[in-house]
């Protein structure tokens, strides 16, 4: 027979604390302070409980990260999934699950970090990690090569908590299941790889000279590279360089 003091399912320790004294009238300090404590774990194992629920409700049915960005001229034609894309399309998901994401970035020994926390409303979060150095490629100043790989830190680290990826990203088959060796990249898929890279790379750079209204022609800026027929990365990364800002820029529509 049940009890009228037992705990029941779900009841919190300060609920049935609360019972004791009404029932009582008094409670020892000590016992009191021991079902605070209790209390504080009871809480913390339910919100556990609601993050893990929340998440697997989130990844029952994941968004779907469209890849917004195409670039296609001559030989070269490639579609990936932009970073602000990314972070909108999951933060809004997560979002209807109570669940919010934020980073907190720090410097050490050269290295930038990005931490990447996911939190519920019932105050239960888990953080996942990464670092890498300074993205140095182009002209980019101290600054913007921190802000660059800020960005994509920013990104991966949110992909990973979330156990998600985009389309553009390669894992050698390991979320698929295709354990057989990936075919080695042509000249023309490097090439391709190396050019979106570049693109994000100068927008980031350059993000705060576009005007309002307009927006980065990546078709352009591709357009451009290839008709200088590089051969080398040097070469191309000379033609980025002298770029004319204003051939690569179009009217928001």
Not at 71 to 76: A, C, F, G, L
Not at 154 to 161: C, E, G, P, V
Not at 199 to 225: K, V
Request: glycine fraction near 6%; hydrophobic fraction near 30%.
């Amino acid at each position: 027979m049940e009890t009228k003091n037992e705990i029941q399912k779900n009841e919190s320790p300060l609920m049935a604390a609360a019972a004791l004294v009404q029932k009582d009238g008094n409670m020892e300090v000590g016992k009191l302070k021991e079902l605070l404590d209790l209390q504080e774990r009871w809480e913390a194992n339910e919100a556990k409980k609601a993050y893990v629920q929340a998440m697997s409700a989130f990844k029952a049915s994941p968004p779907e990260i469209l890849k917004d960005k195409k670039v296609s001229y001559k030989d070269v034609r490639y579609s990936h999934s932009s970073l602000h894309n990314v972070t909108t399309c999951l933060n809004k998901a997560l979002s209807e699950h109570g669940l919010t994401a934020s980073w907190v970035t720090s410097q050490d020994n050269g290295s930038v970090k990005v931490a990447c926390k996911i939190t519920h409303v019932m105050g239960h979060s888990e953080t996942t990690c990464l670092s890498a150095p300074p993205d140095a490629t182009g002209s980019k100043n101290v600054i913007q090569a921190i802000g660059s790989t800020v960005t994509y830190l920013q990104r991966y680290t949110l992909l990973a908590l979330t156990g998600l990826a985009t389309h553009d990203q390669d894992d050698d088959g390991a979320g698929s299941g295709d354990r057989t060796t990936p075919k080695p990249q042509t000249k023309e898929e490097k090439r391709s790889e190396f050019i979106g890279q570049e693109f994000f790379n100068y927008t980031t750079e350059h993000n705060d000279e576009l005007a309002e209204g307009f927006e980065w022609d990546e078709e352009a800026f591709t357009r451009i590279i290839l008709e200088g027929d590089p051969g080398t990365v040097g070469e191309m990364r000379k033609i980025i360089k002298n770029m004319p800002q204003k051939l690569i820029i179009k009217e928001n529509k």
